[in-house]
């Protein structure tokens, strides 16, 4: 079974970036897609971004992210990145990436890392 990992999540300025990995292991990504969620303090999980196995098909969740976010993929490392420029405080949450067959379907979703902080300051 696969395990995922994340990190790269820390305090930043608003305006600032960070990139988040998650990295697989135990066994390779093939044939699963990779979405990152966020869940902010009170408030429920959220799908930010998510990106198939071949790295062909890409979702990001609403214009709040896109033009900001950038999900990725490096296969020969089996790890998948979230590219976040221009933060903002809203974007203040716990990060976690997960594993799923279809990345269009929430319920797919069944290998979770255990998430990543990233603080943003105004």
């Known amino acids: 079974q696969v395990q995922l990992a994340e990190s790269g999540g820390g305090l930043v300025q608003a305006g600032g970036s960070l990139r988040l990995s998650c990295a697989a292991s135990?066994?390779?990504?093939?044939?699963?897609?990779v979405g990152w969620f966020r869940q902010a303090p009170g408030k429920e999980r959220e799908i930010v971004a998510a990106i198939s196995w071949s790295g062909g098909t890409t979702y990001y969740t609403d214009s709040s992210v896109k033009g900001r976010f950038t999900i990725s993929k490096d296969n020969a490392k089996n790890t998948v990145y979230l590219q976040m420029n221009s933060l903002k405080p809203e974007d203040t949450a716990i990060y976690y990436c997960?594993?799923?067959?279809?990345?269009?379907?929430?319920?797919?979703?069944?290998?979770w890392g255990q998430g990543t902080q990233v603080t943003v300051s105004s």
């Open positions: 135990g066994r390779t990504l093939s044939g699963l897609g």
């Open positions: 997960a594993a799923a067959r279809n990345i269009f379907n929430m319920g797919s979703y069944d290998r």
